[in-house]
């Protein structure tokens, strides 16, 4: 086996579905391309952070709302880019908008419609091949109690 092989290049990641009516709020992130992108309020967990702190972190930072977490979707595991991410998806309500700065990364915010998120999804827009699923699971109910897991 290559050292490669051995050992995977893990990413942990966290990634948030809120809904708000019909619409759910998306992140238009600037990549550096032709276009921007567009993702659920995601990123990387941070050294001694658990994925619920690293999720209320990037929601704060890349949309500027406080958020109150609802329930676990669940682990997403897939491969982008020759890279192995193990995404922790959260539901999440919106509780208070801060009006604070967003990250550099981010255009805008948007809270838009499932039919709005597919057409960028079938345009190429989506950032991670795993925003519809989650919205789908959000929509299906799947959700799994917060308790689930374990953090300081």
């Known amino acids: ?4 092989r051995q050992r995977p290049h893990i990413r942990s ?3 948030c579905v809120m809904q708000r009516g ?7 992130e600037d990549r550096g391309g032709p276009v921007t992108l567009y993702n659920q ?5 941070e ?5 619920m702190a690293a999720t209320r972190r990037e929601v704060r930072e890349e949309t500027a709302w406080d958020i109150t977490l609802d329930g676990y979707l669940g682990l997403y595991v897939f491969e982008l880019n020759g ?5 922790h998806g ?3 309500s919106p509780v208070r908008f801060l009006d604070t700065p967003l990250d550099p990364d ?7 419609t499932l039919d709005e998120i597919r057409a960028l999804d079938a345009a190429g827009r989506m950032r991670s091949p795993q925003v519809l699923p989650r919205i789908e699971a959000a929509l299906a109910g799947r959700r799994f109690p917060l308790a689930m897991l374990h953090e300081n």
């Open 1 to 4: 086996m290559t050292p490669d």
């Open 13 to 15: 990641t966290v990634a």
């Open 22 to 28: 019909e619409r759910f709020l998306m992140v238009e």
């Open 41 to 45: 309020p995601a990123g990387h967990i």
């Open 47 to 51: 050294p001694g952070e658990g994925p």
């Open 83 to 87: 890279l192995t991410f193990h995404s």
């Open 90 to 92: 959260f539901i999440a």
């Open 106 to 112: 981010i255009h805008a915010t948007h809270w838009l």
